[in-house]
């Protein structure tokens, strides 16, 4: 998919520098905006593509919200960044999604971009558990952002000297927040508002999203978020 407001042929033409976040963003939050936001302009990233994740391999320790819901929040949270795509590449695709089938498809699609995969410092952490992680950290360069909780020294202790050559560390003002503590308090009647934009808050209101309890897998129960 093109990014908005330039052709196929453009993005292919110019070789331009992409941008990749994948999330569960359930629900996306002005963490996950600001550091996408940050790594464009410190690494000269023409676009950043926004991919949330279908059903994600690791997260399997409670039921996602349904991915239309997280794509239209993750839609609606990027529309008035001119650089900022939402795709659905992932939600698309049945079964789990696996990061390095997703990057495939997107080298696929921008043969002459060079792709930057955004994440936080707690995510990349966990890299050497992701499927093929050995052709993932070749196909793009990693940028990695502060999280409070999570110290950048300790990517040293977990990760080999040759996966840590492809990571820039994104070293900026560490945004507290997290998709948990949004859905806790939503359950809890607590203001969300400033922590995710407002579109994303009255999406969440609308459809009644995460007022009750997360559901553990295996219950027999079904959340009414998804519906
Ligand atoms: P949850 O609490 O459900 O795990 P989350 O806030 O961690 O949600 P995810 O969708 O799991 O959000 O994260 C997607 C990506 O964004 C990951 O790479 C994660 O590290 C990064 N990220 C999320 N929140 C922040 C934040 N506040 N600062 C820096 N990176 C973040
Ligand atoms: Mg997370």
């Known amino acids: 998919m093109p990014l908005s407001g330039k052709s196929e042929t ?121 499927r093929r992680h050995e052709e993932i950290i070749r196909m793009v360069t990693f940028i990695a952002a502060t999280r409070p909780g999570f110290s950048p020294e300790s990517l040293a202790e977990r990760l080999p000297p040759s996966y840590l050559q492809r990571i820039l560390m994104l070293g900026t003002t560490a945004i507290g927040i997290s998709s948990t503590e949004i859905r806790e308090r939503i359950r809890l009647g607590l203001p969300a508002r400033y922590l995710t934009p407002d579109g994303v808050r009255d999406y969440i209101e609308k459809n009644h999203l995460y007022e009750n309890a997360a559901i553990p897998i295996g219950s027999t129960q079904f959340p009414e978020t998804t519906s």
């Open 10 to 130: 453009e993005v292919t033409a110019t070789g331009e520098r992409l941008g990749i976040m994948g999330g569960t963003f359930d629900p996306i939050h002005n963490g996950h905006l600001f550091v996408a936001e940050e790594a464009r302009a410190r690494f000269s990233l023409d676009g950043i593509l926004f991919v949330p994740n279908g059903a994600p391999p690791h997260k399997s320790d409670y039921l996602l919200t349904a991915a239309r819901h997280r794509y239209e929040m993750t839609r609606i949270a990027t529309a008035d960044n001119s650089a900022f795509t939402c795709l659905s590449l992932e939600l698309d695709r049945p079964g789990p999604s696996y990061t390095v089938e997703t990057l495939t498809l997107l080298q696929a699609q921008h043969p002459a971009a060079e792709l930057f995969y955004i994440t936080g410092v707690d995510a990349i952490a966990d890299i050497l558990t992701w």
